[in-house]
Nanobody
Framework: QLQASGGGLVQAGGSLRLSCADS????????VGWFRQAPGKEREFVAA????????YYSDSVKGRFTISRDNTKNTVWLQMNSLKFEDTAVYYC?????????????????WGQGTEVTVSS
């Protein structure tokens, strides 16, 4: 089970750090991705990290503002979000990948958390 947390209400320009905890200790060998879904829009890729943290991918919309990291000893992946914009408002989901290297497509992820809501006020 993946548990996403850390969402909330923040003003534009602010920061939040999302956490994705793996209670069953199942994703230490898997890539982990963050996706988001805004109201009325399709789920989109945000960021992903390989099993050992050596490879990271970001969408163009968050590159330079968001940082994904992980600590397998704590069974946790984080998404540090800085310089938040109104358009970052969405429900954010973490997911464990099928493989150890990350992919951008949601079909490459098998275990999904329940989502945590991020609201950025303009």
């Amino acid at each position: 089970q993946l548990q996403a947390s850390g969402g909330g209400l923040v003003q534009a320009g602010g920061s939040l750090r999302l956490s994705c905890a793996d209670s069953r200790r199942t994703f230490s060998n898997n890539a982990v991705g963050w996706f988001r879904q805004a109201p009325g829009k399709e789920r989109e890729f945000v960021a992903a990290i390989s099993w050992n943290g050596g490879i990271t991918y970001y969408s163009d919309s968050v590159k330079g503002r968001f940082t994904i990291s992980r600590d397998n000893t704590k069974n946790t992946v984080w998404l540090q979000m800085n310089s938040l914009k109104f358009e970052d408002t969405a429900v954010y989901y973490c997911a464990a990948g099928l493989r150890s290297v990350p992919v951008l497509q949601s079909s490459g992820y098998i275990y999904w958390g329940q989502g945590t809501e991020v609201t950025v006020s303009s």
